[in-house]
């Protein structure tokens, strides 16, 4: 398995930008598919976004127009850029690695085998 570790999170305003990190560690992100989760407080886990290992992206509505998915591997990190937050957007933020290749099971929790802890994202109004 892949270690992961987020960054970035914090206490900003709505209208703010917030760019998220995911460093992992112990295997090369190259040949997996990297997601973003969330999980509002009192509410069930949720999908953002994923970037297969072609560099393809899929999106949640929610984040459409707003967040970037992006990947260094020579870095090994994956980056979450979210633009024009919204309190809504107020959640624990996962990283996640996989092996899938099919983006509609990307974007279920049940494809991923190695979480990160989590960074915290509140948007304030």
């Known amino acids: 398995q892949v270690q992961l570790v987020e960054s970035g999170g914090g206490l900003v305003q709505a209208g703010d930008s917030l760019r998220l990190s995911c460093a992992a560690s112990?295997?090369?992100?190259?040949?997996?598919?990297m997601g973003w989760f969330r999980q509002p407080p009192g509410k069930e886990r949720e999908f953002v976004a994923v970037i297969r290992t072609d560099g393809t992206t899929s999106y949640a509505d929610s984040g459409k127009g707003r967040f970037t998915i992006s990947r260094d591997n020579a870095k090994n990190t994956v980056y979450l850029q979210m633009n024009s937050l919204k309190p809504e957007d107020t959640a624990l933020y996962y990283c996640a690695a996989g092996r899938g290749i099919f983006m509609s099971r990307m974007r279920g929790a049940g494809a991923y085998d190695s979480w990160g802890q989590g960074t915290q994202v509140t948007v304030s109004s």
């Open positions: 112990g295997r090369t992100i190259s040949t997996y598919a």
